[in-house]
């Protein structure tokens, strides 16, 4: 490097000062305390576990939860949702996209310290880990440490137990698109399809790199939400945060008794030890704080042990901090626009779930001609209709249309067969005598219903005949 270019960099190193972010030479091992937002962290994961372990739920009679990609379905509970409905799915995944950005602008990234499969797979690993290797010093001692037995024992039952998650995630997760029990089966009888073993592989290498090795390196370099959050921050935005007008200035205590002057920090630096980030708040906001609040109870387990108020650090707004009324929700505009969308989306979804049945009709009318004079003076009116049968099994129909007195139904005098899981469809015709036709056009109604099983449809359509 010639002199000129290191005097460039030492000019930018000078510049950036002391901010620093771990770009992965360094292994963070935190220290866990136990706490109300850790507790919080629990029970929020214990939730996202279940979710994600939903597969192995069997409801009548099958998987609960199935994509299943090769037959064009996917089985929520009692909800069948078959591709002319995926307009429905589109709409739960613009909600929870709604959701996520809502959620940030009031309370920040509470998703990634909470909710994130990354931050709860990596908080598991390393439970794993301090089971195994002891607090983090004795971790960190044991990572230095020359190669020997005892170390070789602790890190393969640590890889060992770390696998044997990550194989569990990587079948689980497949287990979202095909029969859960049976891919068990095939895995361990070898005869798994090829599709199945890549992705089982691929996430079981995934879960295994990102969640034991990366970890917060994820977070910072991956993973896209953690780039364009700032810009669903605003003011108002609640998130963790040092009050440096209590704190300030900081200073170690001293033995018997704080120090004159001095701000209620007393530099344990406990807040930066739980950061599972490696975050030090005291220096303000930073992208690498994923809000979980774990350092709001390091530092509040401190404060009452020096007999201070608690919430040195604590979830605040900018605002907040700065002494400016809080605005309440309704009066935010982001969040209004947030909710606003969220509706739309609600509604459609409860509209779809509420019209969703295992029988769904559409009726074509024949426009070319429009209608026919039959030679017993009847007006003849020709359909299209589709029946799309949502079920797993093939299906007798009865078909009946409501129209005016005398009206006759050709071409569904037997019962219609409708194939599962597929649009069926058939060619009807209406004929009406000409004497009870008071109108150019009038209303019929076809109404389909399965024999087998429960499930109905209805159609409304209009009759055309000749002008009166
Ligand atoms: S835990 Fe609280 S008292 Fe200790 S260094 Fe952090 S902010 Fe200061
Ligand atoms: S700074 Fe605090 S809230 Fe942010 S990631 Fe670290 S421990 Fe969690």
Redesign the pocket.
């Known amino acids: 490097m010639s002199k000129e270019e290191q005097s460039t960099d030492s000019a930018v190193y000078e510049e950036l000062g002391s901010y620093h972010v771990n770009t992965g030479e360094e292994t963070i091992h935190a220290k866990r305390m136990s706490g109300r937002f850790r507790n919080l962290k629990w029970l929020t994961s214990l939730s996202w576990l279940v979710f994600f372990f939903g597969p192995y739920i069997q409801y009548s009679g099958r998987q609960a939860i199935l994509f299943d990609f090769p037959n064009r379905k996917f089985y929520f509970f009692d909800i069948t949702i078959l591709p002319q409905d995926v307009w429905l799915l589109s709409l739960v995944l613009l909600f929870f996209a709604i959701l996520l950005a809502a959620v940030t602008s009031v309370v920040g990234r509470m998703f990634c310290g909470y909710f994130c499969f990354q931050t709860i797979w990596t908080d598991v690993f390393t439970w794993i880990e301090e089971k195994l290797e002891g607090k983090p010093a004795a971790r960190h001692k044991l990572d230095k440490a020359p190669l020997s037995f005892t170390k070789v024992r602790i890190k393969a039952t640590k890889y060992f137990f770390w696998l044997l998650i990550s194989v569990f995630t990587g079948i689980s997760f497949t287990a979202w698109f095909t029969d859960a029990l049976q891919l068990w089966v095939d895995l361990f009888t070898m005869q798994a399809a090829l599709a199945a073993i890549i992705t089982v592989a691929m996430f079981t290498v995934g879960t295994f790199v990102l969640a034991g090795f990366m970890r917060e390196q994820v977070c910072f370099w991956l993973c896209p939400y953690a780039r364009i959050q700032g810009v669903m921050y605003d003011s108002e935005t609640i998130l963790p945060t040092?009050d440096t007008d209590r704190?300030e200035p900081?200073g170690r205590l001293k033995k018997g008794g704080t120090v004159e002057g001095n701000g209620?920090?007393?530099?344990?630096?406990?807040?930066?030890a739980v950061c599972p980030t490696g975050v030090?708040?005291?220096d303000g906001q930073q992208e690498g704080c994923i809000t979980c609040g774990l350092?709001l109870d390091?530092?509040d387990s401190?404060?009452e042990k020096?007999k201070k108020p608690v919430g040195?650090?604590r979830y605040a707004s900018l605002d907040e901090m700065l002494g400016k009324p809080q605005l309440p929700l309704f009066k935010r505009l982001r969040v209004l626009v947030y909710i606003g969308i969220m509706t739309l989306a609600l509604s459609g979804i409860i509209y779809g779930l509420t019209h969703l049945g295992a029988l769904e009709l559409k009726v074509l009318h024949e426009r070319q001609p429009l209608f026919v004079l039959q030679g017993d003076n009847s007006i003849q009116n020709k359909y299209e209709i589709k029946i799309l049968n949502k079920t797993d099994v093939d299906e007798k129909i009865k078909l009946e249309v409501d129209g005016p007195e005398g009206m006759r139904v050709r071409g569904a005098e037997n019962l219609l067969h409708a194939g599962m899981s597929r649009v069926t469809q058939y060619t009807i015709f209406l004929n009406i005598p000409k004497k009870n036709l008071t109108q150019t056009q009038v209303p019929v109604v076809f109404r389909i219903k399965m024999t087998g099983q429960d499930g109905e449809a209805e159609y409304k359509s209009m009759f055309f005949g000749p002008k009166q």
Request: proline letters at 0%; aromatic letters at 4%.
């Open positions: 040092y704190g900081r209620d920090c007393i530099s344990c630096n406990m807040c930066v030090d708040i005291r350092c390091a530092c401190v404060m020096i040195l650090i």
